[in-house]
């Protein structure tokens, strides 16, 4: 079975700097897709960003970018130029590919990132 | 932008009384599935549905549960007597086809008590 794990609960950036959210998985598949959605006070899941496993370039979208090491199993956010809009729970997510079109998230515990004005 | 959408967002039910969350998925998705968070804990699977039927389920899933999309639109979850540790955050999603993304509505918090 696969597994997500991010292993910071909390993480901190002060509005207009950059950080960076860990999330490591194990799996035996070549095939996946990974993904983070944030999680604002609302409790609303909303997809920030995904990446194709085959992929071998990086997603970004718009301030949010993926470093994504397959070898290493790793795959991590980066948020450049924090707004407080940010501040949210973030979630990892893995998504196998084999199973087909039934295929469900597995998720990673999130992390809480909080932003400094 | 085409929504999920989840009723009601709150529901407070006495233990061992049968609640049904309720769900309209996006229109043309095809695929539809339910996740729960525990307050303070991660989003966890509990079933996939697909053509009518359920595809995959959870361990969480159990004989208490039940899906239903009754009428093309609707996509029920029920659980038939609750318990305390049923109270939790409860996420619809639904996907077009395989390729696409999910789109989470916004939960229906029940509770429990």
């Known amino acids: 079975a696969q597994t997500v794990t991010q292993s910071q609960p909390e993480m901190s950036v002060q509005e207009a700097e950059t950080v960076t959210l860990s999330c490591t998985y194990d799996?035996?598949?070549?095939?996946?897709?990974l993904f983070w959605y944030k999680q604002p006070p609302s409790r609303q899941m909303i997809l920030v960003i995904r990446?194709?496993?085959?992929?071998?370039q990086n997603a970004t979208e718009n301030r949010f970018s993926v470093n994504f090491q397959k070898a290493a199993k790793s795959f991590s956010l980066k948020i450049s130029d924090s707004q407080l809009g940010d501040a949210a729970m973030y979630f990892c997510a893995y998504r196998s590919d084999y199973t087909g079109a039934n295929s469900k998230l597995t998720f990673g515990k999130g992390i809480t990132l909080s932003v400094r004005p | 932008e085409p929504e999920v959408t989840q009723t009601p967002s709150h529901q407070v039910t006495q233990m061992g009384q049968e609640v049904i969350l309720r769900c309209v998925p996006i229109?043309?998705?095809?695929?539809f599935y339910w996740y729960r968070q525990i307050l303070g804990q991660k989003v966890e699977f509990l079933v996939s549905f697909y053509n009518n039927e359920i595809s995959e389920k959870s361990e969480i899933f159990d004989d208490q549960f039940s899906v239903e999309r009754p009428d093309g639109s609707n996509f029920t979850l029920k659980i038939r007597s609750t318990k305390l540790e049923d109270s939790a955050m409860y996420f619809c999603?639904?996907?077009?086809?395989?390729?696409?993304?999910?789109?989470f509505g916004s939960g229906t918090r029940l509770t429990v008590v």
């Open positions: 999603a639904s996907r077009r086809t395989a390729n696409y993304g999910y789109t």
């Open positions: 229109s043309n998705h095809l695929y």
């Open positions: 990446q194709e496993a085959y992929k071998q």
């Open positions: 799996t035996s598949e070549s095939d996946y897709y």
